[in-house]
């Protein structure tokens, strides 16, 4: 229908034009007179041409969709059939992929029959006090209580972690698919890539865990699927990438140096400040939403009130007052001897015997928080080098290759599958619920975990021996960096983008805080494609490029000029 169309409009308009060429006006046709209007008309023709096909094209979608109503009604099992066929067909394209997936998501279903229906953080409590009353909390941003809120109509923790599981799977399926698709590898070695993460069992611990961490990767993956994905973003793909920065952002600070490494990348890769613009923009509406409605109900302009805090965490091991100048009498009672110091760099912030105590007034109020960023870039400026040496020491110990027990044994044991679980806490929320009131209203019902055997004991055995150990992260972020310095006229190339991120996630919490051991997954996907990348055709390409211009030149003996080859004229034969 749509050929016989577009061949009806060309006939009519080598109709029109013939009639042109051998109208009553040859002399005015001749003199070029008339190659206005035979100019127009051609425009006209090809229009009509164009609207015939697309009509065309829309009635035979309509049938066909109508068609296929038709077919599924009459026979919904073969459509089923259909469907499943497709299923095996693609898992028959990407075999070695099907197979870790499959195993990734029969090991988080196991760890659901295991641990029923979530496990719990002490942070958890936070995000859940939020959810059942929303306010913005002024110690972290509430990203992922809007989450939580989402699901409350259904009570059910297990769906909260069953949805983490599934943005689990979801990274390592957008992983393969760059790799794969985006970077040309072959399909085992893109699936290699992302065992690291889809087969850590304290990734999928994680996944199960009620917090904010696995939102977070999943959204900052998601952001850089997006813009790697298209290599010259409209400003729709541009918006949506700020969006989704955006939610990172109110899911956890650390967003904030993911918007600089993107919009950095934007400028290296020349991607026009028109776009960088609207990433910008985008990512700013939901933020400055957020921050209008802190305003509203806190009286300040901000997204926290605990930036300081854990910067005096930080500088809490080394600070010393006798090396600082003209310090504030309001900072003083934050001054402690090395002798009297606690253990930790968190317990400045958590322990009851933290100087922060020593000040009256609301915790995490804006007052004290100003005091300690002050106090804490004080000690900064006054002692650059004990700040990076503590800065190294906790990067560096992302790289080890055991896994110790920090920050203390308690916190530690939150992060592993147990043997059995705990009560829930009974710490007050506000004047009317404890943090168990809490759980078990979200839940309505017992929200306690139960450990259940052989399930749980299973997932124990795994977590004992298949884990991402520190020196192997150290080893994927080194291909990564191996992959960019081949890519060094382009800046490390496209690998840059994750590659910085991954390594920023690492650096940011021994910057501003303190190591822990779950500030290590979320830069896990992320250091994998970067090295993902390392191998693909256009990085092989230009290493075999680089081999050969260092490789030794084999000697050949120059040509001597044109000019001084002597023509030999042959001597007669003899006879």
Known sequence: MTRAAERS????????????????TPKAARSGKEWPARAARRVRTAARARAAATAGRAAATRESAVRAGREFAADPGGKVREGSARFWALNRRHPFFAVILATAALLRAVSMLAYQPAMYFNDTFDYLHVAMKPYPHPLRPDGYSFLLILLKPFHSFALVVAVQHLMGLAMGVMVYALLRKKFGLPGWGAALATTPFLLDAYQIQLEHLILSDVQFMFLVVCAVTVLLWHDRPTWKIAAALGLIIGMAWLTRSVGLPVLIGVLVYMLIRRTGWRMMAVTLA?????????????KAEQGKFAITESNGIFLYARVYKFADCHEMDSLPTEEIPLCTEPETRLPLSQAGIWDAASPLNRYTGKRFGPDQNKVANSY???????????????????????????????????????????????ALPNWRMDQDNTAADEAVAYEQGRARTRVVEPFAGFMRVYQDYFYLRGTGVGVILLIGLAGMGVMWRRLGGSAFLPWSLGTGLLLAPAATAEFDYRYVLPAVPLACLAAGMAFSPEARGRFTVLLRRRSPAVAAAPEPPAEQVEEKIPEPAAN
């Open 376 to 422: 804490a870039k004080r000690a900064i400026l006054s002692q650059p080098v004990d700040y990076l040496k503590v800065v190294g020491y906790d990067f560096l110990r992302v790289f080890r290759w055991d896994r110790t027990v920090f920050p203390d044994k308690a916190t530690y044991q939150q992060y592993e599958f147990g043997e059995k679980s705990s």
């Open 9 to 24: 409009a060309t006939e009519s308009g080598g109709a029109e034009e013939s009639a042109g060429r051998d109208g009553d």
């Open 282 to 294: 985008a990512c700013a509406l939901p933020v400055v939403a957020y921050a209008g409605w802190y």
